[in-house]
T-cell receptor, first 116, second 115 residues
Framework: AQSVTQLGSHVSVSEGALVLLRCNYS??????LFWYVQYPNQGLQLLLK????ATLVKGINGFEAEFKKSETSFHLTKPSAHMSDAAEYFC?????WGTGFQKLVFGTGTRLLVSP | GAVVSQHPSRVICKSGTSVKIECRSL??????MFWYRQFPKQSLMLMAT?????????EQGVEKDKFLINHASLTLSTLTVTSAHPEDSSFYIC???????????FGEGSWLTVV
């Protein structure tokens, strides 16, 4: 069965500092991996996704993530945090070969706090 | 861009009553919709997958008679929590997949509180 672990329910950074949100996955088959962001009172918005092409994936708003098979990780990074990045971030995995591409298994989420 | 709207965003109901949550795709046709539930400090858990015009497929452990899902049109799916109990209080969120199947879009979610 697939699963996703997000280390740290809260991450605090200062504006302009590096953002690093951790995600490790467990999957018996090559997975598809996703990062979603949720702003208060809004739906989930796709930041980026890995679908077995380039291991370094660039997304919206300056975010990127690198798929590392040896570490079973898909950490999300952004070089310089902005106040508007404060939100809840979810990592998710899907099995494109069995249960279906869009059937997502989510992590518990990490709340990013950005201080001035 | 594509928008998926859920209604109501928050609802409080009495124990034993039923409550309906709507999920609408506003500017695209959604052939498949997914319903998730999230308890506090836990992951979003897939409850069921619904395809327009057919019965929903429920995940293991989800009571289909309690969580009624209807996907009668390509733009609307509804989740009805029947005979709600306090333990059903949760955050319910839907997602919709368009005809192309390449991307899914999430609704804003609905907070259900059963008192």
């Amino acid at each position: 069965a697939q699963s996703v672990t997000q280390l740290g329910s809260h991450v605090s950074v200062s504006e302009g500092a590096l953002v690093l949100l951790r995600c490790n996955y467990s999957s018996s088959v090559p997975p598809y991996l996703f990062w979603y962001v949720q702003y208060p009172n809004q739906g989930l918005q796709l930041l980026l996704k890995y679908t077995s092409a380039a291991t370094l994936v660039k997304g919206i708003n300056g975010f990127e993530a690198e798929f590392k098979k040896s570490e079973t990780s898909f950490h999300l990074t952004k070089p310089s945090a902005h106040m508007s990045d404060a939100a809840e971030y979810f990592c998710a995995v899907s099995d494109p070969w069995g249960t279906g591409f869009q059937k997502l298994v989510f992590g518990t989420g990490t709340r990013l706090l950005v201080s001035p | 861009g594509a928008v998926v709207s859920q209604h109501p965003s928050r609802v409080i109901c009495k124990s034993g009553t039923s409550v309906k949550i709507e999920c609408r795709s506003l500017d695209f046709q959604a052939t498949t919709m997914f319903w998730y539930r999230q308890f506090p400090k836990q992951s979003l858990m897939l409850m069921a997958t619904s395809n327009e015009g057919s019965k929903a497929t429920y995940e293991q452990g989800v009571e289909k008679d309690k969580f009624l899902i209807n996907h009668a049109s390509l733009t609307l799916s509804t989740l009805t929590v029947t005979s709600a109990h306090p333990e059903d209080s949760s955050f319910y969120i839907c997602s919709a997949q368009g005809v192309s199947g390449n991307t899914i879009y999430f609704g804003e979610g609905s907070w259900l509180t059963v008192v």
